[in-house]
DNA sequence: GACATATAGATGCAATTGCATTAATGTCAA
DNA sequence: TTGACATTAATGCAATTGCATCTATATGTC
């Protein structure tokens, strides 16, 4: 009986779980698509170059801090190539890899991205939470979701 | 400054939000189809079909249940009757409309996907944390998500 | 009834995703 | 060095999603 009860509130987190995301997601992406800003997942390749100051990523590093899939990255980077934001080139030491540099029309949109999708988030995540509840619910989903690093950055 | 920190914190959330509802429904979605089921989104239709015990649902009220867009939701219902789980009646009263309803395969269905999910979502869901978290943050993401119901049944 | 407008559902088409496979190196042991 | 195996990245193809539009029926107004 009691596992029951468990249970029950382990599948209320499951469907709650998918549809807070889902629903944030969702929003963000409207507010950027409205300003005619590219999606979420550019701004995280551009976000994560931009980090690195001028330091070049190999995929499969972008691979690892992204969670995408690599056939994924693959296309995403073809994309982001197509519309300038960034650059591949060759990676001199291993003839498999290469480099992808942002451009600095990439690092331009990044920053003009960061405070509508900061914003964005702000409105969609935090709506009315009192700051007790996002540092609560910070914790529980890392709880989730396993070892993850910190965010943000202008 | 306070206010810097706070914003932070709501990244924090947002980025640890979406990593966890991914790395969740990734791992569930893998389990269904290691055992030959069908996704999550199959289960959902029938599920909210199984719980009206025999009566028909319109594809409307589907809709606003499970919060599908219109046409993804139209197609869903296509492969839904094409593996015969559904069966789509005209709609007396209404002849835009249509009436939904479960053929005993797919309740059949439903009630063999039913462990499989449920075992899943405890595993990958509440891993190893303890009942006060997961009451938290069922509380505190249904503050994010708005208005739910609550969910289960087998 | 005739017309304007709203609602239910389907669908063509483009973009994205997932899956499986491939090509090209790299690594390491014999 | 060579051959077996691992790693990096790309790609053909099918399935799914998003978007815009379309058809058919309903509803309300005159």
Redesign the interface.
Known sequence: MAEEK????????????????????RNVEATLKAKDFPPIAWYDVLLELSREGGRKLRPVELEKEL?VAQYNLSRLLDRLEAAHLIERTACQGDGRGQMIALTAEGRAMQKRMWPIL?DA??EH???N?P?R??????K???????G?R???CS
Chains 1, 2 share one sequence.
């Open positions: 468990r249970i029950d509130k382990v599948l209320q987190v499951w469907v709650r779980l998918i549809r807070a995301s889902d629903k944030v997601v969670l900061r988030v702000e995540v935090a709506a939470l700051e509840d996002i540092e609560q619910l910070a529980l989903l890392g709880a989730i979701g396993g993850l910190p965010n943000s």
